[in-house]
Structure formats: C-alpha cells, structure tokens
C-alpha cells in the first residue's frame, strides 16, 4: 500500500495535512525546515526585489505539516481515507455496471427476493465498510513500514540479483502458489462461517439474499468479510510477492465477488468443473451448504461440498413459471369477469326479455352509447343458445331451419323500429 500512500501524499496528503494543520505547529515546521534554503534565494539588491523575492518563495512552499509523511498516525489516517475511497468507487462502479448489463432483472419477480432488496444490500454494504476498513488498516500500516515481503521491484525480489529468468519464473511461481494459498483459506473461512455458532452471529446477514444481486457482494457483516479476506494479508507476511502483483490480485478479488453475485447460471460451460463462477455461488446462496469455495471448484471438490450447476437449478425456471401461473391467473380471472358479464343477460333471455334485442340489426352507430355495445355483443354471444332453446321448443311440433325458426322474431323486432 505503500505506492497508493506515496501518490496521495505527492499530489494531495501533503497541501491537505498542511492546511487541516495547526496553525502554530505548521509554522515551526515550515520556519525549521525551510528557513536556510528560503533565506539564500531571496533577491537582496533592492528592498523591494528582497520583497517581492521572499513573497514568492513563500507562495511557493507547498506548505508542510506537524505530521511528517513517515508519521504512524498520518499513515493510518491517510490509509483509512485512501481504503475506503477505493472501496466504495470499486464497489459502486462495477456493481452498478453489472447490475444493469449482466443481472437479469426478471429475478426481481422470484417469490425469495425481497422488497427493496438493492436497496438493503447497498445500505448494509455502506454499513460495513468503516468497520471492515478499520480492521484491514494495521496490515496495511505494517506493510507501509516494511514490515510485509512485498517488493518493489523484480530485482529487489527473490533471485533479482541472479538476473535472468530466474526472477520472472519466481513471480509466476508466486502467483500461482498466492492463488492457491487464498482459495484454499478462503474455502475452510467461509465453511467454518457456516458452523451454526458462527453462521448464526457473523455470516447469516450475507445469507439474507437467497437471490443476490451484485450489490449483494460487499454486503455482509464486517468481521465476517474481514476474515474472508484475512488470507490474502497473510500470504504478504508469509512470502515474498511483487507488489504490484498483489495490489492487481487484491482488486481483482474485490471484482471477483462482485462478479460472482450477479445469480447468472451459466450451465454446461467446460470450464465450470474448475472455475468457482455466478452459477457455483448462486447455488451456494439457494442451498448454503455447497461451493464455499473464491476462485476455483477443487476445494469443494476435495472435501464433498461440491455442487455441479444444473439447469434446473436455474431461480430463473421458478420466475418463469411463476410468472406464467400469474398471466394464467389473470386469464382465468378475466373469463370469469366476462362469466359474471354475461350471466345477468342470460337471466333476461330465459325471461324472454333478451327478444328485445334484434341480434342481426347492424351495431349502433351512436358514439355514447357502450352499453347499447354490450348488450348486442351479449346478445351475439346468447344467440346460438336462443337459438338453441327454440329448438327445443318448436322441435316436436315443426321440422323448420333456424331461418324459419327466427324469422318471425325479427320481423316482429322489425315492425316494432
Ligand atoms: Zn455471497
Ligand atoms: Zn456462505
């Protein structure tokens, strides 16, 4: 962490101490440190050029602070500010991006995902970010003051003075071995997360969302995402990595669970037999006792925790048919409306007063009149019984058609018009 500091303090630390400073402290400082250099560049040859000379040298001082760049309490103070910033432009940039271009939005109608669920994870995440940047800092504070094996540079590495490949071939050894090292960790933290005595007090919040969104990554309690993250600090105090290299891993690892929250059941893909991806952690979410595993499957794999992503496992599938049983509920509901419609005017056409209604005269051509528009839309839809129960009555006394069975109904509408 020690790049980042150097950075903030070239650029910002150093005006920003100075002028958050005591005043009186500030000036000591500036007076002790600057008065030789100050005093030997000013202009003596006339009063006002020693004027004008002094004035400038003071302007451009950049100001200096009681609380020098190699302080504890300003590497601590400057730390916390730089982690946390870090955190939060990570966390709201790349969940915001892949809840809106990867997240499939129809999960929000699956019968587990909460109401107003983004935003209680963004609430909880906000929550647990101080507490969880305060319990990182002093890893971060004893690698600023050399107390880490984190390197610089590939010569100041392991075999850096041999030359050759040698280095290089170190760095990727590192790699792979920090990799290893974490997922392996990270796998029997977050089992050991699900003991009932642990789960209960520290790992149940992030267990809230059964369909996560990416905004559900960070959102959990602090000490239960600080010791998921305890091995990647370690593996600095174990042995020797570049760092650059674990600045790069330590972000992607942030990305990773991001990534891996956004319930995308990415099934039948060769690599899912190795990679622990959305499908895994999704389905760790759904049943809780399967894939603990970051990065990759073999931890599972090797102490039967795996769970191989199946397409029926898909939240998707319940959405679906849920969603599907909503349209046929709410078709069912509209035939029953139009039941309830049509059952008055049956009423009536059993009473005889649906001959009123002449079924073959054109439609009212009057725009007010939409109850005129049902009734000769309810008494097309009658017309086949009515004619049906004419049957019945005339059949054992004529052997007409329906034309002659109706005829004489119409033309008695007709004469009535
Ligand atoms: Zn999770
Ligand atoms: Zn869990």
Request: glycine content about 4%.
């Amino acid at each position: 962490m020690d790049i980042p500091l150097h950075y903030f303090d070239e650029y910002i630390g150093d005006r920003l101490y100075a002028a958050l400073d005591n005043p009186f402290a500030k000036h000591a400082a500036v007076t002790a440190q600057n008065a030789t250099a100050s005093f030997a560049s000013l202009d003596w040859s006339s009063t006002t050029a020693a004027f004008e000379s002094a004035k400038a040298v003071v302007e451009s001082w950049p100001g200096l602070s009681s609380l020098r760049r190699d302080s504890v309490l300003r590497q601590a103070l400057s730390l916390y500010c730089l982690t946390y910033v870090g955190i939060f432009v990570l966390y709201f940039s790349v969940a915001t991006f892949s809840y809106y271009a990867i997240f499939d939005h129809r999960m929000e109608a699956h019968p587990r995902f909460l109401k107003n669920q983004v935003r209680k994870e963004i609430a909880y995440s906000l929550e647990a970010f101080p507490m969880l940047d305060l319990l990182t800092l002093p890893w971060f504070v004893g690698d600023v003051r050399g107390w880490s094996m984190l390197y610089d540079t590939v010569e100041e590495g392991p075999f850096g003075k041999q030359g050759g490949a040698l280095p290089w071939l170190y760095m990727a050894f590192s790699a792979a071995f920090f990799l290893w090292f974490t997922d392996f960790c990270i796998y029997w933290v977050h089992r050991w997360l699900h003991i009932p005595f642990l789960y209960k007090r520290l790992h149940k919040p992030h267990h809230k969302w059964i369909i996560p969104t990416p905004f559900a990554s960070h959102a959990f309690h602090p000490v239960d995402g600080y010791l998921q993250s305890v091995p990647y600090h370690m593996a600095c105090y174990m042995f020797p990595i570049h760092k650059y290299m674990f600045i790069g891993l330590f972000s992607f690892v942030n990305l990773w669970s991001i990534f891996i929250h956004d319930s995308d059941m990415l099934c039948d893909h060769p690599l899912e037999h190795y990679i622990n991806g959305p499908a895994h952690h999704t389905l760790h979410h759904l049943y809780f006792t399967c894939n603990y595993g970051q990065y990759f499957t073999w931890a599972d794999k090797a102490f039967s925790s795996f769970r191989v992503p199946a397409k029926g496992d898909d939240p998707l599938v319940a959405v679906l048919a849920g969603l599907e049983k909503k349209r046929q509920a709410e078709e069912d509901a509209e035939a029953e409306r139009l039941r309830a419609l049509k059952a008055p005017e049956m009423k009536r056409i059993d009473s005889g007063l649906g001959s009123e209604v002449d079924p073959e005269s054109p439609a009212p051509s009057s725009p007010a009149s939409s109850d005129r528009e049902s009734s000769v839309e309810r008494s097309e839809m009658a017309r086949p019984k009515r004619i049906a129960k004419q049957r019945t009555s005339t059949a054992s006394a004529t052997s007409g058609t329906d034309e002659t069975l109706s005829r004489p109904r119409r033309e008695g509408l007709r004469s009535r018009k």
